[in-house]
């Protein structure tokens, strides 16, 4: 958002009605839609049981369901039920437009039945032989998925993309640094096997030369693309020059030089390299520090690469990072870019990453590039044509008065340039837990990862890619987990062919959740005059999407200790608590902190001077338990409701925010609580 002039218009309401039938609703609302949509497939389910072999009768019988030990389970039951049902009232509202807080909304009703329809029958998608179905509805979704970012889904496509679902962001973004590592350090593992068999298959690669002849930065420095091919180049080598006990001997050479058999340490210690890079912007998600201690490649070795003034990865600092790599001949396995941080939304410019990635292959240096899109992935469904084809920035602004700036619109037409992207379908796709995905621009990643490795070298006819209906129907081969259910496919497909994965079909509501967060920048500046005296306010970083932050501090106040206990206590309003009913919450948010320790010195300035804080009282203090001064609390708003437009009465519930916010501020500052430490 780059203009900021501040006249609100949320006098004028966008039309809701038409998402009016695709949830269940604050109040329900659809209750008996959905109550028909569940005993109607309910029954369904019943009937598919009852035919399957019905010559063979029944099995509980009407007159058990009278014995007094049936009656007691069914009662125990029950009671059971009812007291999980009454826990549940303290549940979070996340259906609710005075629910502002996570990355968590209503649920859409077709994912929802799928979910609660698909879980009668149970299956698990590890395996075909397991789930006849949904394993190949989880494929569709990866295609869908695929599709919106921009990847070639068609079976001759080359490169082919491909996409599964995970149980989370997380999961996917732990299988987007095992995939990099399973292909960028598989030259050296061919070259070291080729070595140890004497083989050499004459010139291949990239460089059409002999694979003796490639040093270890080149090997370490091919794309995926690239060592898909080589691969392939000494596969028909073998297979027109060699006899078949070669093969074996060659396979089983590669398999035990790469880092898989070897494990991270062994495998940098036997060729002398130095461990792997990751770099990711310092407002990353935890889940990647989690995945380099997981995969063992330590977090020492994760780059947190500094923030420019919108909170996105200041390509300079990347630029710095990536020079120094290079000068030190350390391989960088991944370079993370972040589509919608999940503290503030904001979207790295993937673009100018991918830039960036493409000057130094050219160059021969290899960056892996993958997109963290589990907050915003679904956004690109603003973008995207019904036809495919990606609209024009104008197009997509219509309706809007800032989104989307220019980084943002480049960001998300970069995408099919990345390697690999991750997305969260239970965040802006609003679907059960668990759901999420990671999608692969080239899907023969796969047969890096497999557990079957040798056939790559011993099947006749590996030079071409397989069909993917033959490739992937063992899933859990390729894959993190094992089991999984399949009714999270069920529920993510359901959904993406009910509300297509373009501006007419899933996009207009996510429209409406942006357009909300523009309403609510917008106000800040009338709040500012209301609460003149009172507080001061300041958005640190303007939204890119649909997520904003607010610092709010006493008008006085120029301690940041002092503003974050205020900060607190505001907070206190609107936090649930697990001892407390919900209900008694006129709204529920979140908070998050800017820390000290990774905001960039001009942004500290520019935040302090907004909120009058002396820049002194900001500091890192060791020895200070309370840790007050180290950073800044402020609160945090994930706008996904498209009633938050809507009202109860004729103002909307953003109006309705910032009166309450008003009467607590008013509250604590009569408190007065905060100004002792
Ligand atoms: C939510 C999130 C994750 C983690 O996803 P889970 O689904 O919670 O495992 C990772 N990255 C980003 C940017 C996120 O917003």
């Known amino acids: 958002m780059s203009d900021s002039d501040s006249d609100s218009d949320s006098?004028?309401?966008?039309?809701?009605?038409?998402?009016?039938?695709?949830?269940?609703?604050?109040?329900?609302?659809?209750?008996?839609?959905?109550?028909?949509?569940?005993?109607?497939f309910l029954r369904d389910h019943a009937y598919w049981r009852r035919n399957f072999h019905p010559e063979d009768g029944l099995r509980i019988s009407a007159g058990a369901r009278h014995a007094p030990a049936f009656l007691d389970v069914q009662a125990r039951m029950r009671a059971e039920l009812h007291r999980l049902s009454a826990s549940l009232k303290r549940a979070v509202p996340f259906f609710h437009p005075r629910y502002v807080g996570h990355m968590t909304g209503d649920l859409l009703i077709p994912g929802l039945v799928a979910k609660l329809i698909t879980t009668l029958y149970n299956p698990n998608n590890v395996s075909e032989e397991a789930a006849p179905v949904t394993?190949?509805?989880?494929?569709?979704?990866?295609?869908q998925l695929a599709r919106m970012f921009g990847f070639a889904v068609d079976d001759d496509a080359e490169p082919c993309a491909w996409g599964h679902l995970t149980s989370g962001g997380t999961v996917?973004?732990?299988?987007?640094?095992?995939?990099?590592?399973?292909?960028?350090?598989?030259?050296l593992a061919l070259q070291a096997g080729a070595r140890e068999v004497g083989f050499d298959p004459g010139p291949v690669g990239p460089a059409q030369k002999e694979l003796s002849a490639y040093t270890a930065w080149e090997l370490l420095n091919l794309s995926i693309d690239d060592t898909i091919a080589l691969r392939r180049d000494v596969a028909r080598h073998l297979r027109a020059h060699h006899p078949p006990p070669l093969f074996h001997a060659f396979a089983a050479a590669v398999r035990a030089e790469r880092i898989e058999s070897l494990g991270t340490a062994g495998f940098f210690l036997k060729h002398d390299l130095a461990p792997p890079r990751v770099l990711v912007s310092s407002s990353a998600?935890?889940?990647?520090?989690?995945?380099?201690?997981?995969?063992?490649?330590?977090?020492a070795h994760l780059v947190r690469v500094a923030v420019d003034d919108h909170m996105r990865m200041a390509v300079s600092h990347l630029r710095d990072e990536l020079d120094r790599a290079e000068e030190g001949r350390i391989p960088v396995l991944a370079v993370v870019g972040m589509l919608g941080t999940t503290e503030f939304g904001t979207v790295d410019p993937i673009h100018a990453i991918a830039d960036e990635r493409d000057e130094r292959r050219g160059r021969g240096v290899e960056l892996g590039l993958h997109v963290d899109a589990a907050w915003g992935g679904y956004l690109t469904s603003v973008f995207r044509r019904p036809d495919g084809s990606f609209h024009g920035q104008d197009e997509v602004a219509e309706g809007f008065r800032h989104f989307p700036s220019d980084t943002v619109y480049r960001a998300f037409q970069a995408l099919p340039r990345v390697d690999s992207v991750t997305i969260d379908p239970h965040k802006l796709g609003y679907v059960p837990y668990p759901a999420g995905a990671f999608v692969a621009r080239n899907r023969e990643v796969v047969d890096f990862i497999t557990q079957e490795a040798a056939y790559v070298f011993d099947l006749g006819d590996e030079t071409t890619p397989r069909p993917r209906r033959e490739t992937l129907h063992n899933l859990g081969q390729y894959i993190l987990e094992g089991s999984k259910p399949g009714a999270a496919a069920a529920a993510v497909h359901v959904t993406h062919r009910v509300l297509p994965l373009d501006s007419q079909g899933l996009g207009r509501l996510l429209k409406l959740t942006v357009r909300a967060c523009e309403i609510f920048y917008d106000s800040v500046a009338d709040i500012q005059a209301r609460l003149e005296g009172r507080v001061r306010l300041c958005v640190p970083f303007e939204p890119d999407s649909n997520l904003i932050c607010l610092a709010v501090n006493p008008w006085d106040n120029a301690s940041a200790a002092a503003m974050n206990r205020f900060a607190r206590a505001v907070f206190a309003h609107m936090k649930v608590e697990g001892h407390r009913p919900v209900q008694v919450k006129t709204f529920i948010g979140s908070y998050t902190s800017l820390l000290k320790s990774t905001l960039p010195g001009d942004q500290a300035h520019r935040i302090l001077g907004g909120l009058r804080l002396d820049p002194d009282t900001f500091r890192l203090i060791p020895q200070d338990p309370a840790r007050e001064a180290d950073h800044l609390f402020i609160l945090r708003h994930t706008l996904m409701n498209p009633w938050l437009l809507a009202g109860p009465d004729e103002r909307s519930y953003i109006d309705h925010y910032w009166d309450w916010l008003e009467d607590v501020v008013d509250d604590v500052l009569a408190g007065g609580e905060w100004r002792q430490g």
């Open 11 to 40: 006098g004028s309401r966008p039309d809701l009605d038409f998402v009016q039938p695709w949830f269940l609703g604050p109040a329900a609302e659809n209750d008996r839609l959905l109550e028909d949509l569940v005993v109607e």
């Open 285 to 299: 998600h935890y889940s990647w520090a989690k995945g380099m201690k997981v995969l063992g490649l330590g977090t």
């Open 135 to 143: 394993l190949e509805w989880e494929l569709q979704v990866g295609e």
């Open 172 to 187: 996917a973004n732990y299988e987007a640094l095992w995939n990099f590592r399973s292909v960028r350090f598989y030259g």
